[in-house]
């Protein structure tokens, strides 16, 4: 059975400050990666993926992850934030061909001024 | 595109009722997932359907059903309401073919309080 840990389930920073938020993952199989996104009182939005390929992936808003298959982990990075990250995020994992994804328990971000 | 769509948004039951709540997909999407979320215990996964088969389940009692439809739209049934079935109800589908590459659409959520 496949299952995701994050490690962190609050993250406080100021703003324009770098930020990790950390995912391993637990998986006998190939695997697909995602880090999906939840504003308040809104569903999940997907901010990136690994499905193959480049281990380093990026969103269009300047979030980076990267798959480290020795470290079973997808560690979600941006150099500076904004107030506008405040948000829930969640990491997840399934395998190709299955559409059963799991997530971790996610990491609440929050950003300061 | 007209992205998931989850009804009601919003919704307030009694201990003992039962509550259909529904999901139309993305067009063109056949796959259709259904998670629970609460603030104790995450997202935690109902179950999928495609093409009108119920594919995978997670660890839910009996109590929670569903059901495709051959237009893909879906629903899912609470039965025997207990406190705890207070949650945010989302579905989220997926164009599954045969290069699947497991990304899932969210819909807002149906927000479900049991009093």
């Known amino acids: 059975a496949q299952s995701v840990t994050q490690l962190d389930s609050q993250v406080p920073v100021f703003e324009e400050a770098p930020v990790e938020l950390r995912c391993n993952y637990s998986s006998s199989v190939s695997v697909y990666l995602f880090w999906y996104v939840q504003y308040p009182n809104q569903g999940l939005q997907l901010l990136l993926k690994?499905?193959?390929?480049?281990?380093l992936v990026e969103s269009i808003n300047g979030f980076e992850a990267e798959f480290n298959k020795s470290q079973t982990s997808f560690h979600l990075r941006k150099p500076s934030v904004h107030l506008s990250d405040t948000a829930e995020y969640f990491c997840?994992?399934?395998?190709?061909?299955?559409?059963?994804?799991?997530f971790g328990a996610g990491t609440r971000l929050t950003v300061k001024p | 595109k007209a992205g998931v769509t989850q009804t009601p948004r919003y919704l307030i039951k009694t201990r003992g009722q039962q509550v259909t709540l529904s999901c139309s997909p993305i067009s063109g999407h056949r796959s259709v997932s259904w998670y629970q979320q609460t603030p104790g215990q995450g997202l935690q996964f109902l179950f999928e359907y495609f093409s009108e088969t119920q594919r995978n389940k997670g660890n839910f009692p009996g109590r929670f059903s569903g059901r495709q439809f051959s237009n893909s739209r879906s629903e899912m049934n609470v039965s025997t309401l207990e406190l705890g079935d207070s949650a945010l109800y989302l579905c989220?589908?997926?164009?599954?073919?045969?290069?699947?590459?497991?990304?899932?659409?969210f819909g807002e959520g149906s927000r479900l309080t049991v009093l």
């Open positions: 690994y499905l193959s390929g480049s281990t």
């Open positions: 989220a589908s997926s164009p599954t073919t045969g290069h699947n590459t497991g990304e899932l659409f």
């Open positions: 997840a994992v399934t395998s190709p061909g299955n559409n059963d994804m799991r």
